[in-house]
């Protein structure tokens, strides 16, 4: 009887180790299955925003070649008097390009030198107690709305500046580049300190005992070493400037003047963009073709800035 009871264990256990094994094999060849399914389905994830960015550019461009083919490129983009719904309509881009560029440059001279000494500081001089509660303090501007910024620039802003330097215009350009500027603080900030912050502590410790103080070795060493990403986030403000909507609508106006007095109203690429959106314009009309070609433009701007921005940070890039 005994032996018959361990002759059962035996081919018992034959047949659990069988089955094991035959478990194995069938977990073994789902996993491969799975595995050569994953790369399929990240590299699908991954197409959709090339593929959205190539049907937004497909988009303009078919759209916007319906434009040029009434009004020549070349007084598209010399033209300095812009008049869509005059009777005899001109379309120059240049004022609307003077006016992002002087909303986008009064917005960097605002917030690079406030954005930078934050880095700085938060890097170099904070404890980390301050850093982790300044930081998230400074963040939160970021998440502000747009068009809160754009009510506060056109409420407040604007009538502190008239009540100082009264000949600015009820709407102009420099109110809404200064509340831009505090806008993009945070990117600017926050990427200039994870740069110097990402600065190896060794080249700060032997910088010191060579007897710098702490502000020739953040000014001489930490900021040269980190400069790719510092130039990176100042690049990348300025797109975020460039391609700003709601506040340059509500507080800079719609006045399409080609000027440089910053005290008057101008419009940008952006504002123009939401005027014709507004319905203004009928369906298959050169008006409306022109917001193609402005938004055209635009993305040709902000593709060049951040393509510099990717310039920037290899070329300067340090390695440690």
């Known amino acids: 009887m005994a032996t018959n009871s361990s002759s ?13 094994i035959a478990q194995n094999k069938n977990k ?7 595995e050569k399914l994953v790369p399929t389905f990240l590299f699908l ?6 593929l959205t960015t190539i049907g937004i550019l497909y988009t303009l461009i078919s759209e916007a070649v319906h434009f040029f083919m009434e009004v020549p490129i070349w007084d598209f983009f010399t033209g300095t008097e812009l008049k869509p719904l005059s009777q005899d309509p001109q379309f120059g ?4 390009l003077n006016g992002t560029i002087f909303s986008s440059f009064i917005a960097i001279l605002v917030a690079g030198p406030i954005g930078l000494m934050s880095a700085i500081y938060l890097s170099e001089y904070a404890s980390d107690r301050v850093r982790r ?7 939160v501007l970021a998440g502000i709305p747009t068009i809160v910024y754009g009510f506060f620039a056109f409420t407040f802003v604007t009538p502190l500046i008239r009540a100082i330097w009264p000949s600015v215009e009820a709407t102009n350009i420099l109110s809404p580049g200064l509340v831009m500027g505090v806008m993009i603080i945070p990117m600017i900030a926050s990427l200039s300190e994870d740069a110097m912050t990402s600065v190896p502590n060794g080249i700060r410790e032997g910088s010191l005992a060579m007897g710098t103080t702490k502000l020739e070795t953040t ?25 700003e909507t709601m506040i340059v609508t509500i507080a800079s106006g719609s006045s399409k003047n080609f000027t440089f007095d910053i005290t008057e109203s101008m ?20 008006l ?6 402005v938004a055209l433009t635009l993305f040709v701007f902000t593709l060049i800035m951040n393509l510099l921005a990717k310039y920037v940070s290899r070329k300067f890039r340090e390695e440690y």
């Open 8 to 20: 059962n264990a035996k081919a018992n256990n034959a047949v659990n180790v069988s089955q094991l």
């Open 28 to 34: 073994k060849s789902l996993n491969n299955y799975i």
């Open 45 to 50: 994830i991954a197409s959709i925003t090339v």
């Open 93 to 96: 881009i240049l004022p609307l």
């Open 133 to 139: 509660i300044l930081k998230p303090m400074l963040e």
């Open 219 to 243: 000014f001489k060493v930490v900021i040269p070493a980190a400069f790719s990403g510092i130039m990176a986030s100042f690049v990348l403000g300025i797109s975020r400037a460039i391609g």
């Open 267 to 286: 419009q940008t690429m952006t504002a123009f963009i939401v005027e014709v959106s507004g319905g203004e314009a009928p369906a298959g009309s050169t």
């Open 288 to 293: 409306h073709y022109s917001l193609y070609a």
